[in-house]
């Protein structure tokens, strides 16, 4: 079945140093749609980065991923972290099945 | 718009007692998501509905857990003798179709004691 991997549930950075949280996924289905979800404490999780379009660039508030079919990855990157960056992310698959989600990546920034 | 609307925010239980949790999803949406929350299991899909028919309830502990969606504008998860275990924060999200952004409310913590 679908499935969604993210290997690192914690990722501590210092500031100004560049972020990487890493994102595969599995579907049998080609029409894949990828999601980053970023979760801030007492908030609800909302959508950072979406992206269906092989090998295509998003971007969104300093952060950008690029969905690569042919590896089955959405790797999500910023170029210098900030600490209000600090919070839960989700990567998500949806296709024609459930949504699944990965198990999140906690990134913790210090100063 | 107010958002995907879920009550209440805050819910305790005693260990054999029921709970009811309330969604209320952003109108015009035909898809509804319910989640779980825990620190050791991240976000878990429970099950969801289009249109108001349930699709997917995989994610469902089948014996004590129930979805229903009997009209556009609520769906309820029903969690019958609640354990300790089943303490967590339970997400209900909602989205245009299924391949749209989620738009998630802000979570029922159910506290089972």
């Known amino acids: 079945g679908d499935s969604v991997t993210q290997k690192e549930g914690l990722v501590t950075l210092t500031e100004g140093l560049p972020v990487m949280l890493n994102c595969t996924y599995q579907t049998i289905y080609s029409n894949a749609f990828l999601f980053w979800y970023v979760h801030y404490l007492n908030e609800s999780p909302r959508l950072l980065l979406k992206?269906?379009?092989?090998?295509k660039r998003t971007e969104h508030q300093g952060f950008h991923a690029t969905l690569h079919k042919s590896s089955s990855s959405f790797h999500l990157q910023k170029s210098s972290a900030q600490l209000s960056d600090s919070a839960l992310y989700y990567c998500?698959?949806?296709?024609?099945?459930?949504?699944?989600f990965g198990a999140g990546t906690k990134l913790s920034v210090k100063p | 718009n107010a958002g995907v609307i879920q009550t209440p925010r805050h819910k305790v239980t005693g260990k054999g007692q029921e709970a009811t949790l309330w969604c209320e999803p952003i109108s015009g949406h035909s898809a509804v998501f319910w989640y779980r929350q825990t620190i050791v299991q991240g976000l878990e899909f429970l099950t969801y509905?289009?249109?108001?028919?349930?699709?997917?309830d995989s994610g469902m502990p089948k014996e004590r857990f129930s979805a229903q969606m009997p009209n556009q504008s609520h769906s309820t998860l029903k969690i019958q003798s609640t354990q300790p275990q089943d303490s967590a924060v339970y997400l209900c999200a909602s989205s245009r179709d299924n391949y749209a952004e989620q738009f998630f409310g802000p979570g029922t913590r159910l506290t089972v004691l």
């Open positions: 509905f289009r249109n108001q028919a349930p699709i997917d």
């Open positions: 992206s269906s379009t092989d090998n």
């Open positions: 998500a698959l949806n296709n024609n099945n459930a949504p699944r």
